[in-house]
Structures are given as C-alpha cells and as structure tokens.
C-alpha cells in the first residue's frame, strides 16, 4: 500500500489548492478515504472523510462550504479542493485510507494507511 500526497504550496489568504493523494497497491473502490491536518503545535486534525459503505461525507466546521472531497477511482486518486483559504489553514495535510473497509466516525485511529503529508502555508 502507497499513498502520494502532493499538491501543497504557498498561497495568498482568498487562493485555492488542489491536493491529491495517488494510491497504489490495494482497490480504492472498496476504501473510505480521509484528510487530515497538523498545524505546529497543534494535534492532527480532521478535515473530510468519505465513507465507503454509503458515500457519505464529513467535513470539519472550519472548512465547511470552502473545501470539496473526492475520488476518482479511475486514477486511484482521491482530492481536497480548497477554497477561499485563510492562514489558519495552514498546516501539514495528509491523506488516509482505511483498506477496503469502512470508518467509524472519520477519527484518525479508524485509518490504517497514511500519505506522507503535504505541507500548505496560506499568507495573509
């Protein structure tokens, strides 16, 4: 199991990223996925999950409305648009999955695969 985050840069506070995450080694189809960030100092967080089982989406409050979740399966490839970025966003990002299974309550401790982490810095 491989998960390759990329996508991560400076950007200006108002600006948009798109960070991806390419797996390779077991069948994303059947797989929840998930984002999660660590600013310094701070404790991971997390940022949105997908559930396989019902496709169902979280999203933490504080991205609500500003970033998108998604997957292509075709490409083994999941994605966090990010929009209208704001300083507090920035942080570590990374992407999780469990493998072919599902989660519990989108909690870092139900992800058994993690990427290797993004970094994203939003200036004001």
């Known amino acids: 199991v491989q998960l390759q985050a990329s996508g991560g840069g400076l950007v200006q506070a108002g600006g948009s990223l798109r960070l991806s995450c390419a797996a390779s080694g077991f069948n994303l189809d059947y797989s929840a996925i998930g984002w999660f960030r660590q600013a310094p100092g701070k404790e991971r967080e997390r940022v949105s999950c997908?559930?396989?089982?019902?496709?169902?989406?979280y999203y933490a409050d504080s991205v609500k409305g500003r970033f998108t979740i998604s997957r292509d399966n075709a490409k083994n490839t999941i994605y966090l648009q990010m929009n209208s970025l704001k300083p507090d966003d920035t942080a570590v990002y990374y992407c999780?999955?469990?493998?072919?299974?599902?989660?519990?309550?989108?909690?870092?401790?139900?992800?058994?695969?993690w990427g290797q982490g993004t970094q994203v810095t939003v200036s004001s």
């Open positions: 997908i559930s396989f089982s019902s496709g169902s989406t």
């Open positions: 999780a999955v469990v493998v072919e299974g599902d989660y519990n309550g989108c909690t870092a401790s139900d992800f058994d695969w």
